[in-house]
């Protein structure tokens, strides 16, 4: 048995010499991501690595009986994955998505038929229901967009649905936030208040018959203030929390996150800015671990147009990005 191993800039290099040296039909292992050898490594450059083996050659020279040609395509199968882990994607994910991929769609898979079979796998981490609670609050840290994102949700809910959503700015620490917020009430046409301290968003939220959509600080619910403004939102019902997250963010950054923000109990995710972010590949292993159901998805500054429900095909497009095309805009 002959076991050896190439490395190449991508998958198709690697997988055209494995087979160039052992026959079409040779058998890959194992794929990955490596450091690239020399100066290049030490850059942080990666290369995609396939093992693979023939089987002393005998099965790669004789020709496949019918009962064969009707076997899975193993290595197309293999391709299919070193395909997704090239891209970022954890290989417990990738051999799911495979394995959900028919045979003959695993030859030369093309993007839609990889991203249906990605859509599957994510069905579970969608929201499924589209209405608005009666109190829905944004938190997160600082820079990831929970102002805008409210903005473009209010504005989305009047123009396209005739629906007043009102807001309140709860942001104690940054004024320009409130600001920013106030301006967008203002254009969009719905109330707005500011609510500074615990007692003052009691009191912004009692009575009216809209939903209101809260910008709190970009602060741990740790903070003082924080805490007590957490404290007094779980003693209300028809209260949502959504925690939003920039699609750049690395795995480690995103745990560390949901551990910082797991005292305000989110039951929505939110992820913004997927226009900076190459892919959300990286996201998906954490995804999967913290399985908080996903509202809605931003891509660029316009309001109301870059905000989109989320769905498993708009969260798959993301995984793997059509790079051939200009970034698509969210309608």
Same mark, same amino acid.
């Given at each position: 048995?002959?076991?050896?191993?190439?490395?190449?800039?991508?998958?198709?290099?690697?997988?055209?010499?494995? &087979?160039?040296?052992?026959?079409?039909?040779?058998?890959?292992?194992?794929?990955?991501?490596?450091?690239?050898?020399?100066?290049?490594?030490?850059?942080?450059?990666?290369?995609?690595? =396939?093992?693979?083996?023939?089987?002393?050659?005998? +099965?790669?020279?004789?020709?496949?009986?019918?009962?064969?040609?009707?076997? @899975?395509?193993?290595?197309? &199968?293999?391709?299919?994955?070193?395909?997704?882990?090239?891209?970022?994607?954890?290989?417990?994910?990738?051999?799911?998505?495979?394995?959900?991929?028919?045979?003959?769609?695993?030859?030369?898979?093309?993007? @839609?038929?990889?991203?249906?079979?990605?859509?599957?796998?994510?069905?579970?981490?969608?929201?499924?229901?589209?209405?608005?609670?009666?109190?829905?609050?944004?938190?997160?840290?600082?820079?990831?967009?929970?102002?805008?994102?409210?903005?473009?949700?209010?504005?989305?809910?009047?123009? &396209?649905?005739?629906?007043?959503?009102?807001?309140?700015?709860?942001?104690?620490?940054?004024?320009?936030?409130?600001?920013?917020?106030?301006?967008?009430?203002?254009?969009?046409?719905?109330?707005?208040?500011? !609510?500074?301290?615990?007692?003052?968003?009691?009191?912004?939220?009692?009575?009216?018959?809209?939903?209101?959509? =809260?910008?709190?600080?970009?602060?741990?619910? +740790?903070?003082?203030?924080?805490?007590?403004?957490?404290?007094?939102?779980?003693?209300?019902?028809?209260?949502?929390?959504?925690?939003?997250?920039?699609?750049?963010? +690395?795995?480690?950054?995103?745990?560390?996150?949901?551990?910082?923000?797991? &005292?305000?109990?989110?039951?929505?995710?939110?992820?913004?800015?997927?226009?900076?972010?190459?892919?959300?590949?990286?996201?998906?292993? =954490?995804?999967?671990?913290?399985?908080?159901?996903?509202?809605?998805?931003? !891509?660029?500054?316009?309001?109301?147009?870059?905000?989109?429900?989320?769905?498993?095909?708009?969260?798959?497009?993301?995984?793997?990005?059509?790079?051939?095309? +200009?970034? !698509?805009?969210?309608?």
């Amino acid at each position: 048995m002959s076991t050896k191993r190439y490395r190449h800039a991508t998958v198709q290099d690697a997988l055209r010499a494995a &087979r160039e040296e052992l026959g079409p039909d040779a058998l890959i292992t194992q794929t990955g991501l490596v450091a690239s050898s020399g100066w290049r490594g030490w850059l942080g450059s990666r290369e995609v690595e =396939v093992t693979a083996r023939a089987d002393g050659g005998a +099965s790669v020279l004789r020709q496949p009986d019918t009962k064969e040609r009707r076997a @899975p395509d193993t290595s197309s &199968r293999a391709a299919v994955v070193a395909r997704l882990v090239a891209s970022g994607v954890d290989l417990e994910f990738s051999q799911s998505v495979a394995a959900g991929l028919e045979s003959d769609k695993c030859r030369g898979a093309s993007l @839609p038929s990889l991203w249906q079979a990605i859509a599957t796998e994510l069905h579970g981490l969608i929201a499924e229901d589209d209405d608005y609670a009666r109190v829905e609050v944004f938190v997160g840290p600082p820079g990831v967009g929970k102002t805008t994102t409210i903005a473009k949700i209010a504005a989305q809910a009047r123009v &396209r649905e005739g629906r007043t959503l009102g807001l309140v700015g709860a942001d104690a620490f940054r004024a320009g936030a409130i600001e920013q917020l106030r301006i967008y009430a203002h254009i969009i046409g719905v109330p707005f208040r500011v !609510a500074r301290t615990a007692e003052e968003l009691d009191a912004a939220l009692a009575g009216g018959r809209q939903s209101v959509l =809260v910008d709190t600080a970009g602060r741990s619910p +740790s903070d003082g203030v924080e805490r007590e403004t957490l404290r007094m939102l779980g003693r209300r019902r028809g209260v949502r929390t959504h925690l939003v997250m920039a699609a750049d963010t +690395s795995a480690a950054t995103a745990r560390r996150i949901f551990d910082a923000f797991h &005292r305000a109990r989110p039951d929505r995710l939110i992820i913004t800015k997927l226009d900076e972010a190459e892919t959300i590949a990286p996201l998906i292993q =954490v995804l999967n671990e913290r399985q908080i159901p996903i509202s809605y998805l931003t !891509a660029g500054q316009r309001v109301p147009e870059d905000l989109a429900r989320a769905t498993p095909l708009l969260l798959a497009a993301a995984v793997l990005p059509d790079r051939q095309s +200009s970034h !698509a805009r969210m309608s």
